[in-house]
């Protein structure tokens, strides 16, 4: 079965693409939804306009790039049966229905506009169509909302997410994991989007804990 993946309007499409990389490398098989909003962030981070017609094309020099929008900095097989892309406004594609076999969403980056869809249950698009299924049929939906400051709004439409059973984690990145590049500022929060959804990962090094005795981070 595979993880859906759903891309919204948010910044952070850097994000999106060390998630799929790693689920890819790691032999799980993907669902793709990349919003329209997602689509203008995507061109803007990285000057590739994705099109439903030519989505493995634009998918394949999307996941190619790293964090600092060089080309040809990873070499990722999106051929075969591994990626499936499904069109935002197709309300009728598979996974709309709780019937589709999915291990669950996973929506990287996440814009408030996608938390209070989602949150409110308005399914206006098939990313948020698919989130609310995921809910009803509890299945597994991390959200990695990419936003700063909060509105008390969206803290409530995140605490209702929570209630109703999804991970909340917001796109922090940590530093005791010794980063040295931009690249792995990344891959530390799409490392924490996948540990919340239990797929193994060796995008950053965990903490494992000092003499002395110091606080575990986060």
């Known amino acids: 079965m595979p993880w859906i993946v759903g891309v919204s309007g948010a910044s952070g499409t850097p994000y999106a693409a060390a998630v799929l990389r790693a689920l890819l490398a790691g032999g799980e098989s ?50 075969g049966d591994a990626v499936r892309y499904w069109a935002a406004g197709d309300l009728a594609a598979g996974p709309s229905s709780g019937s589709y076999p999915a291990k669950g969403m996973l929506i990287v980056p996440a814009s408030t506009a996608c938390v209070a869809g989602v949150a409110l249950g308005l399914s206006k698009d098939l990313l948020q169509r698919v989130a609310s299924v995921t809910l009803k049929e509890r299945r597994t939906l991390v959200v990695a909302v990419r936003e700063t400051p909060l509105n008390g709004q969206t803290l ?10 999804a991970s909340v984690v917001p796109a922090s990145p940590a530093f005791y994991a010794g980063a040295t590049h931009i690249q792995d500022l990344v891959d530390f929060v799409a490392g924490r989007v996948l540990d919340a959804a239990g797929v193994g990962h060796g995008l950053y090094r965990r903490w494992k804990g000092e003499l002395g005795g110091g606080a575990r981070p986060a």
């Open 30 to 79: 993907v669902d793709l939804v990349v919003s329209r909003a997602s689509r203008l962030t995507l061109l803007d981070e990285t000057g590739i306009s994705f099109r439903d017609a030519h989505w493995r094309d634009d998918l394949r020099e999307w996941l190619a790039r790293g964090a600092d929008g060089k080309p040809d900095a990873f070499d990722v097989d999106v051929d």
């Open 156 to 165: 409530r439409h995140l605490v209702a997410l929570d209630d109703a059973g």
